[in-house]
């Protein structure tokens, strides 16, 4: 199995999946409906939880979401809940911006939805002179 690496785009986040279970969505996920971008990342999700790490540590920066976006982050959110079943180790890392309510909001609620802990991280923005 190889990592998924995918850059991103004006609509599509940064992802990099690592076999050795580190995951990390970063940016904005507003795809076309026709796209295949999260197919691509729940495919490669699917086939990680046959042989998964003992620890899987998922990663999320989300500067904004669309709803089918945010159908598709839960979905592998609950596949954590899975490993958490088998015993093994599952965490959530949810960065977001101080200013940006929402999508701490939006973390907050994902985390009442999965049985995996969650870490909550604000991100100051630089401030330029």
């Known amino acids: 199995m190889e990592d998924l690496r995918i850059n991103a785009t004006a609509t599509t986040p940064r992802i990099a999946f690592s076999k050795i279970g580190t995951m990390e969505i970063q940016g904005k996920s507003i795809p076309d409906a026709d796209s295949n971008f999260w197919k691509i990342v729940s495919e490669w ?8 790490a003992v620890k899987t540590t998922f990663k999320l920066q989300i500067d904004y979401l669309n709803i089918s976006s945010s159908k598709e982050v839960l979905h592998l959110l609950y596949r954590l809940n899975e490993l958490k079943d088998r015993g093994l180790e599952a965490e959530v890392h949810w960065s977001f911006n ?3 309510i929402d999508m701490q909001e939006v973390g907050r609620d994902y985390e009442h939805m999965v049985k995996v802990p969650f870490s909550f991280i604000k991100i100051q923005e630089a401030v330029l002179s």
């Open 98 to 100: 101080a200013n940006d």
């Open 45 to 52: 999700f699917r086939i990680y939880m046959f042989t998964p």
